[in-house]
């Protein structure tokens, strides 16, 4: 910053214990990159294939939100470790702040979560003597770091021994969140396809009771849903219990879509048994209403 020789005494120690505080804060920055420089992978192939297999408007809508919803989820749990996330190219990343660039997590570090005084240290994240100088400069209000007391430069010293111990153990509280938020971020990706179910439930129950109750008056019609009888259908819905029957076929992996195929081919027979019903009443040439 200065080309002017500086003359403060114990400005080398100064600087040293400066220095030393920045090495600990870059090391242990560095440690937390490490630890959230590789993403966590989250593939929709398993919840499109058991829950949108193909486009319907009737579950469509609902199975676009899952996508916020697995979002802000997520969110909820990097929250909890005072984390926040970033998806790129089909992974999540852990981060203290929502910027990609990790110079720039590093101040926000610094700034948002250490406060006054260490986020005065430094300006840029960096550590060297220009940075000490500037801050010698701006907190002892002072022209020229050689007008600084004898007591300000015991005090300085004495405040970077306090930080120095203050920040190991806010590291190792940093690293400890890093990889707890993982682990449940991990989990939480592994359990997607019961987190979808919840999301799903409430389209796939109204879809369910529909198909049903179709499938039932066909029972009561007598009339066959293609090679199986209506009653055999009944049977595999479970006989209208929807939570034993959905969460059943999620539980097995299976694609509950089906019921959307089932409800599409039910829904014309339904209608011709019904009609037929309806003219074998027509008596007298009267209308059946």
């Not at 005494?9 to 100064?14: H, K």
């Not at 240290?121 to 002892?140: A, P």
């Amino acid at each position: 910053m200065s080309n002017n020789v500086i003359t403060l005494p114990q400005f080398d120690e100064m600087l040293a214990i400066y220095l030393e505080y920045g090495d600990i804060f870059n090391k242990g920055m560095s440690k937390f990159e490490q630890l959230c420089s590789e993403g966590i992978p989250i593939s929709f192939d398993e919840t499109d294939r058991i829950f949108q297999e193909h486009e319907s408007t009737l579950i469509d809508g609902k199975y676009i939100q899952f996508g916020d919803k697995l979002h802000d989820v997520l969110g909820e749990i990097l929250e909890k470790h005072g984390l926040t996330d970033v998806w790129k190219d089909g992974k999540v990343y852990i981060r203290i702040s929502s910027d990609w660039d990790f110079q720039a997590d590093r101040v926000y570090y610094m700034n948002c979560i250490l406060g006054a005084p260490a986020n005065r240290l430094t300006t840029t994240g960096k550590f060297n003597s220009d940075e000490l100088e500037k801050y010698l400069l701006r907190v002892y209000r002072v022209s020229s770091v050689n007008e600084i007391t004898q007591e300000d430069c015991d005090a300085f010293i004495k405040l970077i021994n306090n930080l120095i111990n203050e920040f190991k153990a806010s590291l190792k509280s940093l690293e400890e969140s890093a990889v707890a938020a993982r682990d449940d971020v991990e989990k939480c990706v592994k359990d997607m396809v019961n987190i979808c179910a919840k999301h799903m439930y409430g389209v796939y129950c109204e879809l369910y009771d529909t198909t049903y109750f179709m499938v039932k008056c066909m029972v009561d019609m007598n009339a066959p849903i293609g090679s199986k009888s209506a009653k055999e259908v009944m049977d595999e819905l479970r006989n209208g219990n929807f939570d034993e029957w959905y969460y059943g076929e999620v539980e097995n992996g299976n694609s509950v879509v089906k019921l959307l195929d089932l409800h599409d081919y039910v829904k014309p027979l339904y209608q011709d048994a019904l009609n037929d019903m309806i003219s074998d009443l027509n008596i007298g040439g009267l209308e059946y209403e």
